[in-house]
């Protein structure tokens, strides 16, 4: 059993940066991917970024290219989500999820960290 638990969250500016971690134990498939989703006020829950364990084959949400940065350090069993010109409409629970198929579909996903939460005012 994955689990995954994520840390990092925080109250920022608009305009500044934050870096999320998920601490990864139980993984012993090398080829899973981790992804970020986040879930706003009021909205479902959303697609952010992913990347395969093995390769970094890595996938953005167009809301967040250009801005975020997913990357995994396989030593340290961590992903990590880099944060840049944060906006207010970022402000949302982030969650590590790791699931066997390279998808955005939040349903294909079987492990999940209990989130962090993310606010950015401005």
């Known amino acids: 059993q994955v689990q995954l638990v994520e840390s990092g969250g925080g109250l920022v500016q608009a305009g500044d940066s934050l870096r999320l971690s998920c601490a990864i134990s139980?993984?012993?498939?090398?080829?899973?991917?981790l992804a970020w989703f986040r879930q706003a006020p009021g909205k479902e829950r959303e697609f952010v970024a992913r990347?395969?364990?093995?390769?970094?084959?890595?996938f953005y949400a167009d809301s967040v290219k250009g801005r975020f940065t997913i990357s995994r350090d396989i030593a340290g069993n961590t992903v990590y989500l880099q944060m840049n010109s944060l906006k207010p409409e970022d402000t949302a629970i982030y969650y590590c999820?790791?699931?066997?198929?390279?998808?955005?579909?939040?349903?294909?996903?079987?492990?999940w960290g209990q989130g962090t939460q993310v606010t950015v005012f401005s």
């Open positions: 139980g993984l012993t498939f090398s080829s899973y991917v």
């Open positions: 990347i395969t364990w093995n390769f970094g084959y890595i």
């Open positions: 999820a790791g699931g066997r198929t390279g998808t955005s579909q939040m349903r294909l996903y079987d492990s």
